[in-house]
T-cell receptor, first 115, second 111 residues
């Protein structure tokens, strides 16, 4: 099956710093990638949709200047949390959708803790 | 805006029982519906995908049904095992292909 990786799997950073999370589709080309966020005991909430070669589309309430998304190739999307604050601590999960498949393939997630 | 609700929020059953998890959604114009499993602190494992034109899908001890017109889906787990303990998430896909998730049902199967 299709495999999506995320790096890092966990990261601890200090308040005010920036953190980059990578999402890679390892064995297929992903025309669209999605970034989700999951707070403790909550479900996954879509943050943004990124299509290769174009600007990401952000969901209402998600600050595009704070959560920078780059989808520079068909196998890589990055999410950069800029000037991180403790309230940004969460579990960030990406998913990738290929050209032909209806199914999305999820990465293993990245646990971000901001101190 | 699509709203996905899962009932119950938590469930504890003894090993061997058959059980049903429920999912409802407000906008019936969906492309598909998926059931996922999530273990604590982990990512998602896709269990079953039902296209909007389908009524059910089966995989091993799992059976998922879809009634699109009424906005409901059920996940049936037969002969539950302690290894089935996890959070089960229901998600629907509307236009744009992003998934709308429910809050999940936390399942505990006791030996």
């Amino acid at each position: 099956g299709a495999v999506v990786s995320q790096h890092p799997s966990w990261v601890i950073c200090k308040s005010g710093t920036s953190v980059k999370i990578e999402c890679r589709s390892l064995d297929f080309q992903a025309t669209t990638m999605f970034w989700y966020r999951q707070f403790p005991k909550q479900s996954l909430m879509l943050m943004a949709t990124s299509n290769e070669g174009s600007k990401a589309t952000y969901e209402q309430g998600v600050e595009k200047d704070k959560f920078l998304i780059n989808h520079a190739s068909l196998t890589l999307s990055t999410l950069t949390v800029t000037s991180a604050h403790p309230e940004d601590s969460s579990f960030y999960i990406c998913s990738a959708r290929g050209r032909a498949a209806d199914e999305q393939y999820f990465g293993p997630g990245t646990r971000l803790t901001v101190t | 805006k699509q709203e996905v609700t899962q009932i119950p929020a938590a469930l504890s059953v003894p090993e061997g029982e058959n059980l049903v998890l429920n999912c409802s959604f407000t906008d019936s114009a969906i492309y598909n519906l998926q059931w996922f499993r999530q273990d604590p602190g982990k990512g998602l494992t896709s269990l079953l995908l039902i296209q909007s034109s389908q009524r059910e899908q089966t995989s091993g001890r799992l059976n998922a049904s879809l009634d699109k017109s009424s906005g409901r889906s059920t996940l049936y787990i037969a002969a539950s095992q302690p290894g089935d303990s996890a959070t089960y998430l229901c998600a629907v896909t509307n236009s744009g292909y992003a998934l709308n998730f429910g809050k999940g049902t936390s399942l505990l199967v006791t030996p």
